[in-house]
DNA sequence: TAGAAATATCGAGAAAACCCGATATATATT
DNA sequence: AATATATATCGGGTTTTCTCGATATTTCTA
């Protein structure tokens, strides 16, 4: 668990942006579960895409850097790629840097 | 409060240190009251800069950089400016984080 | 098996961050 | 007033990040 790469993770309005969307999936991708492939694994990368209005390449290459960083998990399930919080990452960074920075 | 600055000051292994000797100046800058006017506002910028061993201007960037994000509070006492943490806007950070990230 | 759809990777130009040396500014001392 | 000390700012070479379009890979479907 590397901190400067979980911030350097975070110091991007577009991925804190992705992160908080996906705290509530039904409010911020209305169709997230009709349109690929009913499921509760997460967001398919398309509908983060289409919501963010950056490139396709731009948005996968977002979510590997949250990926590596710890703060999402990522399922690949046929064609589609889903993401979701790594919530106890999330938590444990919380009180990480209450505690410890 | 723009979480996005307070992330990338954080993104920097030296200012992340920084920030960690802070914590307990007189553990890692053990003369620090002797040698620069004997005070309680925080540790000058020379002994920052010896411990870290970055150039004197590399530091005091670093150091502007964390007091814009708020992390750290300057006061500038004569020819010295001492920093010391801004423990309130931490604590909210890690607030934050745990709930609102 | 050929084509379509979703995602990942590659290559690159522009912008920002890194970190330095040199110089400027502010304050203290003699 | 001249000098010394502490810090801040400036200019710039180097590295990293940003973000894109193009292409590759994987999987599904006809």
Redesign the interface.
Known sequence: MD??EI??A????AR?QI??WLKEPETHFPDYKASCGDNSVGVCVGHIQRKSGLTQSTVSEYLAVLQRAGLVNATRIGQWTYYQRNEIA??A???????S?
Do not use: C, E
């Open positions: 901190q400067v911030f350097k975070l110091a991007n309005k804190l992160l908080n999330i938590k960074l919380g009180q990480l840097i209450a505690t920075l």
